[in-house]
């Protein structure tokens, strides 16, 4: 009897495991598995309708890059990062600083990186020349749609806290009211043309009532809320033509991928299985 219930439950293992890992749809000869799609469902909160759009996309995006022969290394990643980092006018070190605050997980940051330089080569691979230039009414247009982006302030009227806890400052972040002995908080007002380029990044790109990312300063970590920009003024748009040259350039390109993908979507041989 034992060993006709250990068959049975053994039998029963193995058609669930089938059925998890089962194939639910075949994407030019490329399988899509029933558990592909409860795992996008749950990662993603998705409804089962989108999660296998998007895993059909994903993986149509991933028969391009290798049908281009399209590869992503460190050194393309670390390069991406330091050219953003220079625009800024921060060294690698210090941009990677800021962004670790903003990404718990900086492989995540880093794999969002892969995936626009993928993108990027892949545009490049099958634009062949369809992405026109954007004119110079169409910059002037966002920028004078986009004028909070390129504003910057004069004077920064900030709370700076200091501490040798990080922890005491993310409780702060959460619960302003909180006070910890171990934090000293100060009323200070920066002036930008005084400001290092970290700090300047930091505070332009803060919302007023807002508090930046943690980072670290003399040995010790630092956060600052800043309460009020004074004298903010636009800054001119030839001075940043060719930011938003790029990123009418990015947008366009995310639009025509879109538009291909499309297209690909509808003369691939998807077939459903179950």
């Known amino acids: 009897m034992k060993k006709i219930l250990i068959a049975f439950m053994m039998t029963t293992g193995i058609l669930c495991a089938g059925l998890v890992d089962g194939i ?56 991406y990062i330091e050219k953003i980092a220079a625009r800024n006018k921060m060294d690698l070190y210090q941009f990677k600083s800021i962004i670790k605050q903003k990404y718990k997980d900086f492989a995540r940051y880093e794999n969002k990186i892969k995936k626009d330089i993928s993108r990027q080569k892949l545009i490049f691979k099958v634009l062949r020349g369809n992405l026109k230039k954007p004119t110079d009414t169409e910059l002037q ?20 806290y200091v501490t040798k806890n990080k922890r005491a400052l993310l409780a702060i972040k959460k619960t302003p009211m909180a006070n910890f002995q171990e934090v000293k908080k100060t009323n200070v007002v920066f002036e930008q043309s005084l400001l290092q380029a970290k700090i300047k990044y930091l505070l332009n790109s803060t919302d007023e009532r807002d508090f930046s990312p943690i980072f670290t300063a003399n040995s010790n970590f630092v956060m600052l809320y800043v309460s009020k920009k004074e004298d903010v003024a636009v800054t001119k748009f030839e001075d940043v033509k060719d930011n938003i040259l790029q990123i009418l350039y990015d947008e366009n390109q995310k639009r025509y991928l879109q538009d291909f993908f499309e297209k690909l979507k509808l003369s691939a041989d998807i077939k459903a299985v179950r």
């Not at 999660?51 to 991933?62: H, M, N, Q």
């Not at 920028?143 to 009227?157: E, I, M």
């Open 24 to 79: 639910s749809l075949v994407v030019n000869d490329e399988p899509i598995t029933l558990y592909d799609i409860d795992q996008k469902m749950l990662e993603s909160n998705l409804s089962k309708k989108d999660a296998v759009s998007l895993l059909i996309d994903e993986l149509l995006y991933e028969q391009e890059l290798r049908k281009y022969n399209i590869e992503v290394d460190i050194f393309d990643i670390n390069n």
């Open 141 to 160: 247009i966002y920028y004078d749609n986009n004028l909070k982006r390129f504003s910057n302030a004069a004077k920064f009227h900030v709370v700076q």
